[in-house]
């Protein structure tokens, strides 16, 4: 369940946060410093503590931004860490991994009766069984698996939920089918259908599944005296506390060496703008919708599901890349770092077409982990230093609905003969059920708007609240902004500078 710490979350910031005071002081031996995370993070002597150290280990370098090793040869956690610590280091594919041996080899999909079954007499799973698989033996449901096809409907009907559908967690949350099982029955991802959504991540219970960061780098890039600038995301409202004020948020990354602090909500207001244009010159003229480009996620997913709709996609940058380009109009030489809620956004930083705005991708829970390396108390901080640029338009980013919302009144606002009609879907698979009605002409002349986690970006995988909660802070935010629309931006005449650069 989202939002609930667990011991997996308390191991991933406990690795963070080891990370971030490893940068953070003056001892430069890495190597033996990583060597001794494990230990400390996992003391004594307690059962299976060989394997929890060994899975920290691997947790900890590709915390690091390195490789996972390979464990049939012999090697060090600290393995390949002198050309981990460079302030351009980029990720090495894969940036989403599977640890094999935390792996669970969950089973794959499977419909089973459990010993709730009463053998009632009703017997509807028998009768909503379409390949009738389903039997009565010994007075109680029987399912014959090797003609099931695994559709749930008996599990759906059974009036005691004796029936249940099981599925590995890891794979039920991918919304690409990209997971399955290797030989060994461990999961393996299939990167070719993989959109780095990172949902897999916080819904496997056993850790096994982690993406590359780059704290340390950040840090370093900062003692290497580089001007580091933040740039963060309309979803950070409320994920570091329901005490910490968005101002509390901006002095505290101040507190951890940020230069500077921008809400890329700026970005997200150009790029409604560029969004609006982009419709109103397209549909219904050129094409039959428009769907929006700030989930990178969601826009991979529809070119690769669905290549004849790639014309369909917005071609305006994404809120993270306008952000960083505005930065770097005013400051070439600082490093941008984007904190954000989102594995795919460190996806598309490392496009070589983006590399040159965003230096930095880090999640907010990884720059929880920051804030507990340098003992900071956000709850504690008085210093009032509020965000002053972004309107209501850009700070709903965050939420599913928000995008199309902004782009809608927009356009109402600047054309109000213009009706624009819009549809949104959050979750990959949601997503693609959205462009089946497209494709079958149900939603011509739409915008729409995908986001590929669940309510939006505030359902990310780096994210540290309920979704529910954060979803209301970050609408309660945007709505007392007094600047309601994109244009009353004091940026927006830079948007086709920004976009042609």
Known sequence: MRGVYNSVTDTRRKVFAAIAEMAYNDDEDYAKQMEQIPYDILPGNQE?????RAIIGERLRLGMGLNLRDVSEAGVVSDGVKEGIQPEKYYEPPLVNIIKFACNACPEKKVIVTDMCQGCFSHQCTEVCPKKVVSIVNGRSHIDQSGCIKCGRCAEACPYHAIIKMERPCASSCGMNAISSDENGKATINYDKCVSCGQCLVN???GAIVDKGQIFQTIYA??????????????????????????????????????????????????????????????????DFMATSCCPAWSVMAKKEFPQ????????????????????????????????????????????SVRSDIDFVLTFEEVMGMFQAKGINLDQITVDDPFTDGTKAGRQFAVTGGVAASVKELIEKEHPDVKVKVQAAEGLKNCKTMLMMAKAGRLNGYLLEGMGCPGGCVGGAGTLQAIPRSSA?????????????????????????????
């Open 204 to 206: 496997c219970p056993f």
């Open 222 to 287: 900062m003692k290497q005296g580089y001007e580091v600038i933040a740039a963060i995301a309309p979803a950070f409202v409320g994920q570091f506390g329901p005490k910490v004020t968005p101002d509390k948020v901006k002095t505290a990354l101040k507190d951890l060496g940020f230069a500077d602090v921008v809400e890329v909500a700026i970005g997200a207001d150009l790029c409604t703008i560029d969004e609006a244009e982009d419709f109103m010159k397209n549909v219904p003229e050129n094409l």
């Open 48 to 52: 299976n503590v060989f394997l929890e």
């Open 473 to 501: 802070l970050v609408k309660k935010y945007a709505n007392e902004d007094e600047m309601k629309t994109a244009d009353l931006s004091k940026y927006g005449d830079e948007v086709e500078e920004l976009v042609n650069n």
């Open 309 to 352: 709709f790639s014309k369909n996609i917005s071609m305006a940058l994404t809120p993270m890349v306008l952000t960083g380009r505005w930065i770097k109009k005013r400051k070439p030489n600082a490093k941008v770092v984007f904190i954000g809620p989102c594995a795919a956004k460190k996806l598309e930083a490392s496009r070589r």
